[in-house]
């Protein structure tokens, strides 16, 4: 149980719908996919269905005996990859916060001593409700100025770059904690509407948390990347490993090093209100091999008992 572990802080008070975790162990048999002729969409033909909100996480489990020598499975656009858990390969699906609403495949190709086949999954992907604001606010503090657009851009750029890189172990294992004890925000997915232009949607968490309070990593990594950025401020990146990657930005302070390998719960930095923030807070994000998914949805993984030994 993830609350007998006194290091995990898995409560946040808030309804535990918005933030549950929808974890389904797929049950289906294991066929080889010739047999079912159904479209990748179709509701025929697949080896199981489940289903999650826009931003989610699932945890799939396959129903493979032995040790298959690849899988490879795909959702959308992404990679979902698997690794061996205590009774059989399990994968971390993001669900982005933008996908949008319907039915899609996850695909995965198994490849053993029997050779390759591929297994089918129906996604059904629901609507999560987003806070919307509309704010109307003069030109001069919206629009930036060129120098900084394009050190904007090239911090984007940077980001997006280090996101990309998916680091083939698994470093994170067993659950995962908040970073901070604050005030949740609720603002995961909020759109802002700034004098009729939509912006893009808010991408993380914020904990309103005491300036210099103690950031903790949220698992086991390695900080992959140490910045001082105009809108997140000094951030800190941390690389869970296949593909797995949390945010934690507005920094007063970072505490650790670029490529230094962290434990789940050691400090890498303090609160702060760095970059363009109203006040302290913690900005905390999660990507999962390019999902931008709600971080809490990590909280509830039932992860804690079966996955705590490494493979
Ligand atoms: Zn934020």
Known sequence: MMSARPHWRSGNGRRPDLWAVVAIVLLASVFPVDLFPGGPHGQHGADGQFSGKQGQVLLVNLPIKGQ?????????????????????????????????????????????????????????????????????????????????????????????????????????????????????????????IINGQ??????????????????????????????????????????HGLGLYSMYFHLSDITVQNGERVKRGQVIGKVGASGRATGPHLHWGVRLNGARVNPYALLTLPVGGTLSARQ
Do not use: C
């Open 68 to 192: 298959p020598t690849e899988i490879v499975g795909r959702f959308l656009s992404r990679r979902v990859p698997f690794f061996q858990g205590a009774s059989g390969p399990v994968g971390l699906l993001g669900i982005d916060m933008q996908d949008a609403p319907g039915t899609y495949e996850l695909s995965v190709d198994v490849t053993d001593a029997q050779g390759g086949r591929r297994l089918r999954y129906n996604v059904l992907v629901s609507k999560e409700k987003y806070p919307v604001q509309h704010l109307t606010l003069p030109k001069d503090k919206v629009d930036l100025d060129d120098e900084s657009l394009v050190r904007v851009k090239a911090e984007q750029e940077q980001v997006k770059t280090a996101l990309e890189e998916v680091s083939p172990e698994r470093f994170w294992e067993g659950g995962f904690i908040e970073p901070v004890h604050g005030t949740i925000s609720g603002a995961f997915g909020r759109v802002r």
């Open 198 to 239: 939509a912006r893009s949607p808010h991408n993380g968490e914020d904990i309103a948390a005491p300036l210099g309070a103690d950031v903790l990593a949220m698992n086991d990594g390695v900080a992959r990347l140490t910045v001082d950025h105009f809108f997140s401020g000094k951030g800190v990146f941390v690389d």
